[in-house]
């Protein structure tokens, strides 16, 4: 099979907006700061019908592709209409916890050694890596001609894959046509004795089979989605200026899950198969994106350091336990209403942080968790309570309000940097009668807090992997 692939147009979505705050979390407030939001209720139920509006950022940089959420009015998978009901509330929430049970078990070394038999390859894809589908969908050039294929976007993920022609077992449904490699020229299948075979392992959680002396991949999610194939090579195009000879991906020809609608999924993780290790000679491991505050704006992915805001603060990257593909974080306290909670140290530092694209609600251990409810509610006490929903149990009725004013939340991570989420990085909205705070606790003390897309929204988050760092700026997404 010989093939290439030049595309690289990416689309995320994520629906929660954060606002950028650079006082120290240990040094005292300005005088006369306000240490709340009023909101109007109606910006926490954008309407579905709404026009796309395009990030000028992910327009007018050669790196940038749009971001947009993959149910969203910009997605390249919707074209304005639904082809497919979107999950409700709760499915969103079930499959959120199943990522994060995932990257938990993988953390505490708990994997299961499930082995998935594929009819074509006979091969085995065990339960290796780490995730569900995600919200953010990229649309990327790949192949000779380069066609150009939607794909999720995983900071939590490091092979990227596609679905190929021919599906020997099953593809799922997407809406582009499936990849066909026999029609690219720059397409290569790999050797299973090259190195890159045997750094599957280290990628996936699972090590490289051979199937007449080609590699073949095997990866397996938390949502019990997989994709099996051959590990291969070719070219990536994100802009005309910007094209990759030789990227290795997953050509994967049984794939099965929940990524229906999309070809694959972009791994932007910290492994050297990751794109971003991939590219390291151009773009030295650093890219940043913006999630928009609803469906219908864009937000942008964009690799090297072109747009990035000279506000960003930086945090080191922390070393995760047996998480080498992660970007940890060391979160050293959190704000409420412009008061810092009375949390030990320790309560972070035991588990660990990690940010993650891919996971929804911010996860914290339970006694940090519990100090945020705690005082969240006393600052919300005009209000009356709800009943919680899945993983969220602090809720509130606001029916009959236009407005309501909800008290700031940051948090601040080592080396001096504090993000203040916006009100839409504060609470999740299922009804005027139901609106939650939109955090969780862990059920286990010891299980790594996880810093979600939604507090993520319309922030600039910076990944920088040559300087092992991550960084935070405001209004990311104009």
Known sequence: MSSTRNVLNIIIVTCVCLSWGCTDGAQKRESGEIDSHTIQLSSL????????????????????????????????????????????????????????????????????????????????????????????????????????????????????????????????????????????????????????????????????????????????????????????????????????????????????GLFTGVAGLLGLGRD?????????????????????????????????????????????????????????????????????LAIPSTVFSTPGALIDSGTVITRLPPKAYAALKTAFKAKMSQYPSAEGVSILDTCFDLSGLKTVTIPKVAFSFSGGAVVELGSTGVLYAFKMSQVCLAFAGNSDDNNAAIFGNVQQQTLEVVYDGAGGRVGFAPNGCS
Do not use: M
């Open 45 to 256: 139920f954008p309407s579905s019908s709404s026009p796309c509006v395009l990030s000028s950022r992910a327009s007018n940089t050669k790196s940038s592709l749009h971001v947009t959420h993959r149910h969203g009015t910009c997605s390249p998978l919707t074209s304005g209409k639904a082809t497919t009901s979107p999950p409700d509330h709760a499915e969103i929430l079930r499959l959120d916890q199943a990522r994060v049970n995932s990257i938990h078990s993988k953390l505490s070394k708990k994997l299961t050694d499930r082995v998935r038999q594929s009819k074509s390859t006979a091969l085995p894809a065990k339960d290796g890596s780490t995730f569900g589908t995600g919200n953010y969908v990229v649309s990327v050039g790949i192949g000779t001609p380069k066609r150009d294929l939607s794909l999720i976007f995983d900071t939590g993920s490091d092979l990227t894959w596609i679905q190929c022609e021919p599906c020997v077992q099953t593809c799922y449904s997407q809406k582009e046509p499936i990849f066909n490699p026999s029609s690219s020229s720059s397409y290569y299948n790999v050797s299973c004795s090259s190195a890159a075979c045997s750094s599957l392992s280290s990628a996936t959680g699972n090590a490289g089979s051979c199937s007449a002396s080609t590699c073949v991949y095997g990866i397996q999610y938390g949502d019990q989605s997989f994709s099996v194939g051959f590990l291969a090579k070719e070219k990536f195009t994100l802009a005309s200026t910007n094209v990759f000879d030789g990227v290795y991906f997953g050509c994967g020809e049984n794939n099965q």
């Open 272 to 340: 050297k198969l990751s794109f971003p290790s991939q590219t390291a000679t151009t773009y030295n491991k650093i890219f940043s994106y913006c999630l928009p505050s609803s469906a219908s704006y864009t937000g942008h992915l964009t690799f090297g350091t072109a747009g990035i805001s000279r506000s960003v603060k930086f945090t080191p990257i922390s070393t995760i336990t047996d998480g080498t593909s992660f970007y940890g974080l060391d979160i050293v306290g959190i704000t409420v209403g412009g008061e810092k």
